[in-house]
């Protein structure tokens, strides 16, 4: 018995990717010996796959459960990360939690909402103690915004957690094209 995409179950699942992996490191002929050279090439593909991966980096915007904003235009979410809006419509201050900004994961950050380098950005957070935290990981963002009310974040997408609620941008979810942090 062999799976939907022709190799033993016990080997595959019905998972197209690695598939298609598992067809290039093995020879057409299915005695499943690896062939020299394939595991070359398949380890090339997902050096190509996975730094193709980080350029296409999708983020969300997230802040507490009690929170009652769902929804901010692109404009307001700028304003709102460059500390110009200083509480939230219930009246609650606005405590923004960031990644390092010389992280790899904040260069869209700073391109589409501050529009700064990560110096710069360095400077600003420090100029806005203590209504911007910097965090550490996605985890520790996630982690304070579920605990802390008026705070709001932003990680990926593939870290979020039941804790927080996701904040569209323009009416769009972060898995919706048009996203205004969404990669590429």
């Known amino acids: 018995m062999s799976s939907k995409f022709g190799f033993p179950p016990y080997v595959m699942g019905n998972d197209p990717i690695t598939s298609v992996i598992f067809h290039l490191i093995t020879p057409a002929s299915h005695n499943w010996a690896p062939m020299p050279g394939r595991r070359t090439l398949v380890f090339l593909l997902w050096i190509i796959v996975t730094s193709c991966l980080v350029h296409a980096k999708q983020l969300a915007v997230v802040t507490d459960l009690a929170n009652q904003t769902t929804n901010v235009s692109a404009a307001e979410l700028i304003r709102l990360f460059n500390a110009r809006v200083r509480n939230w419509t219930d009246g609650k201050p606005v405590i923004i939690v960031l990644r390092d900004p010389a992280s790899v994961d904040m260069e869209l950050v700073l391109r589409k909402v501050f529009n700064m380098t990560p110096a710069q950005a360095r400077s600003f957070i420090q100029a806005h103690k203590p209504s911007i935290i910097v965090a550490g990981s996605d985890e520790a ?24 609620k996701v904040v569209k941008i323009d009416g769009k979810l972060p898995v919706e094209q048009g996203y205004l942090l969404r990669g590429n």
């Not at 008026?150 to 039941?162: M, N, R």
């Open 141 to 164: 963002v996630l982690r304070f915004v579920a605990t802390n009310r008026g705070a709001v974040g932003i990680v990926d997408l593939y870290s979020l957690t039941k804790g927080v």
